[in-house]
């Protein structure tokens, strides 16, 4: 049986080696070196265009950490790859550029069940193919994914930070939504017009991300930026984002601004800063939103970004094992699903693999349970939602913890525990 894989980054490389060292013949379509997307230069595969960073190395104080030891577990190209060409980065791991994609791509083409095909592929194939082409995806092939997915095809331009709900001060926050409608579905976090002015003041100051010329065409289409919002007048927020009409804590008072969090998981383990979209560097975004009382020691799952990002809207369109709806046949892996990062690409490509490769055998695909970032990811891209978003990996998606452990480092210590004791039991299920 032959399998078609288009895209040759790091899902696509992951999803492909994973298939062939398992004896199946993979056609893997790229169209480097004939051509390169507006983010690429090398002619090798698995380009790391932004940072060369994987982030943390600890799987038990670090999510993506945790996800790279389940990756390892089921026999990872991606890791494999990183560990060889790893530079110093303290608790990261960070690797040489040029040296990871030349591994990768090393590895792909001496395999003899991996024909690389030069080509742009224009359409979908019916059957047997895993699509990982990235966040951006050639014009032509995106008309064809947003043919298949109804017309769900996103250019995602902005996204507002995630923090865990045990990080939020309730004592300076109150639930409910405006004019007394709705329970606990937002958390209202006021400030008073002293720390309204210093908030925008410092978000005015603070430095922002650099981004790349295909990024800039579209910044501003969709998603307004907190910072860019605000620039535009000192009172600006407070009649938008952080508008505090309507809105009174159960003493009946009033309040100069309020910035609302949304749940962002089922669980109610995580919230959505709602609004704040913003391009800020990571440490900024900490330093910046911390000075609002409620989030003074907030911790962040996710930093909110910006950039070009086409991805479909998985929960409509995909299965948890990554494929088609309306055709099991065909897969779709990488930020193209909804996920983000270099790591989480990767992961979902060898998911999808792994899922393929048991249709192959004729069983019936088993699912890593959300004990494990693997099965969170997929509980992710597959689980019913109103505002489908892109999501890493973060403890937060994962089933909270069967008892209270109040302290952060032995909770995230007992839920990697318990996420590596289940990816060792998946694996074995697999053979």
Request: hydrophobic content about 35%.
């Amino acid at each position: 049986m032959k399998v078609e894989v288009i895209g040759a980054g790091l899902a696509g490389c992951e999803a492909a080696y994973y298939l062939a060292e398992r004896g199946v013949e993979v056609v893997l379509y790229d169209i480097k070196p004939k051509s390169f997307t507006p983010a690429h230069s090398d002619e090798n595969f698995c380009e790391l265009v932004c940072s060369n960073s994987l982030k943390g190395k600890d799987p038990y104080s670090n999510a993506c950490g945790l996800l790279k030891e389940e990756m390892r577990v089921l026999g990872s190209l991606t890791m494999e790859a990183a560990e060889k060409t790893s530079v110093p980065a303290g608790g990261a791991l960070a690797v040489d550029r040029e040296g990871f994609a030349s591994f990768v791509t090393d590895k792909i083409k001496q395999n003899k069940n991996i024909s690389v095909v030069c080509k742009e592929v224009e359409e979908v194939p019916s059957s047997w193919c895993i699509v990982a082409t990235g966040p951006l995806t050639t014009d032509r092939l995106s008309c064809g994914i947003s043919s298949i997915c109804g017309g769900q095809l996103h250019f995602f331009d902005a996204s507002a930070p995630i923090i865990s709900r045990e990080s939020i001060d309730f004592d300076h926050a109150f639930f409910g939504d405006r004019y007394g409608k709705g329970g606990d579905d937002y958390v209202n976090c006021p400030l008073t017009k002293d720390e309204y002015e210093t908030f925008v003041t410092e978000l005015l100051s603070a430095e922002k991300a650099l981004l790349h010329d295909f990024d800039k065409r579209e910044i501003f289409e969709g998603c307004m930026p907190l910072e860019v919002m605000a620039s535009r007048g000192f009172e600006s927020l407070r009649y938008a984002n952080f508008k505090p009409i309507g809105l009174k804590d159960k003493d009946g008072n009033r309040f100069y601004a309020v910035l609302q969090l949304r749940k962002e998981n089922a669980d109610g383990t995580a919230y959505n800063l709602v609004g704040c979209q913003t391009n800020l560097k990571w440490g900024e975004q900490k330093r910046v939103f911390s000075l609002i009382p409620a989030l003074k020691n907030a911790e962040f799952l996710r930093y909110g970004v910006m950039h070009r990002n086409t991805y479909i809207n998985s929960p409509t369109c995909l299965n948890a094992d990554f494929s088609l709806k309306s055709n099991p046949e065909v897969f779709f892996a990488g930020q193209i699903t909804g996920v983000e990062g270099y790591v989480e690409s990767a992961a979902s490509g060898l998911l999808a693999a792994v899922h393929l490769y048991e249709k192959l055998q004729g069983r019936t695909p088993k699912i890593p349970d959300n004990t494990t970032v693997l099965g969170a990811l997929s509980a992710h891209i597959s689980g019913a939602t109103e505002n489908f978003q892109p999501m890493n990996a973060n403890f937060g998606i994962l089933k909270p913890a069967e008892k209270l452990i109040k302290d952060k480092k032995q909770r995230y210590a007992y839920l990697a525990e318990r996420a590596l004791n289940s990816i060792r039991t998946y694996k074995e299920s697999l053979l």
